[in-house]
């Protein structure tokens, strides 16, 4: 087993959180349960995905406001929340405020660009204002200045019996150190940089030097890095999936073979006209799973990480999985606990 010359520092997990249509809350409330777990387990930080139009948890931020009355010590994280579908003033208000009722445990992660499916769901959530709607990083930028205290206006004072302010509130002093761009390309992770950042690689980058997905994600981290005012102290979480299968019966063994197999084909050569480039999930005992992490070139330049659970999996599934790498996986890199 390879000996790092970094021990991984920081060990979080990201799920997706999905649901059934037709009776949502239990999706909910096992994504709760899974956070309240990793607490448990002694993770530093769990991460929720977004997901619009489609079931899989939505409004993150709400969801993250009721785990941070169910935690006490978990970072709690959104990986990421597409900024095209949000206002940015309206926004930077819900973070402070789940930033405030978790304690200042709030690490929001955030994208820009056109929505999804930008040409079905314009209508709906710009009807008015499509065709001016700026999803650039001047989107981000706006909410940077919201969340750091920013006037937003040119009045504050008192209107009648009324007082306002000039500046979004609640504020939340560290929040905006906390703030993640999630990042696939070479221009994401300069910007993400120049701009005191944190950056989030996960396993989808855009071949654009390469077509090996290690060599790009290393490029990304170490330009993100060349442009941050800390340098090589900028914060970076990598987050591949990995499901170790230590303690894992034969049928979930076979599962998971199965799902990293039905998904292995994507990851040959660059994917569509953007040029998508997908890592391969790791399965696998926690040593088999420690030797492919330290072969990765992107892996190895960063020391915290934001483990991405697959999906579609059983409860009980993410139990043995996150049991494992707390257990298992994360000593076995050098992590320590804690809780």
Do not use: C
Request: charged share 20%; net charge negative; glycine share 10%.
């Amino acid at each position: 087993m390879p000996v790092p010359s970094v021990p991984l520092r920081r060990l979080g997990f990201l799920t997706i959180g999905l649901f059934d249509g037709d009776d949502p809350r239990p999706g909910h409330e096992s994504t709760l349960a899974v956070i309240e777990l990793g607490e448990q387990l002694g993770f530093d930080s769990a991460w929720v995905r977004h997901r619009h139009l489609q079931y899989g948890i939505s409004s993150p931020v709400a969801v993250l406001a009721a785990a941070s009355q169910r935690t006490s010590r978990i970072e709690l994280g959104t990986a990421v929340i597409p900024l095209g579908w949000e206002n940015p003033l309206r926004l930077a208000e819900d973070l402070a405020t789940v930033d405030l009722l978790s304690g200042g445990r709030l690490n929001p992660g955030i994208s820009v660009g056109p929505p999804m499916r930008w040409g079905e769901v314009k209508q709906a959530l710009y009807p008015d204002t499509a065709d001016v709607e700026d999803f650039s990083y001047e989107r981000v930028e706006r909410l940077l200045r919201m969340v750091r205290g920013e006037p937003v206006t040119g009045f504050s004072g008192v209107v009648g019996i009324e007082e306002f302010s000039d500046r979004v509130q609640p504020h939340s002093p560290g929040l905006a150190s906390r703030l993640w761009y999630g990042g696939a390309s070479l221009r994401s992770a300069q910007w993400a940089g120049e701009h005191g950042m944190n950056f989030l690689t996960s396993s989808v980058v855009k071949a654009e030097e390469s077509e090996d997905f290690a060599e790009v994600q290393l490029s990304h981290v170490r330009t993100f890095r060349e442009h941050h005012p800390d340098g090589a102290a900028a914060r970076v979480s990598q987050g591949l999936v990995v499901i170790p299968t230590d303690s894992a019966s034969a049928e979930q063994r076979a599962k998971y073979e199965q799902y990293a197999a039905s998904r292995l084909a994507r990851t040959a050569s660059p994917q569509g006209p953007a040029r998508m480039m997908f890592a391969p999930d790791l399965v696998g005992t926690s040593e088999q799973i420690v030797d492919q992490l330290y072969a990765h070139a992107g892996f190895r330049e960063v020391d915290e990480v934001a483990f991405a659970l697959p999906f579609s999996f059983a409860h009980d599934d993410y139990v043995q999985i996150l049991t494992d790498i707390a257990t298992r996986l994360g000593p076995a890199l050098g992590w320590r606990s804690g809780s």
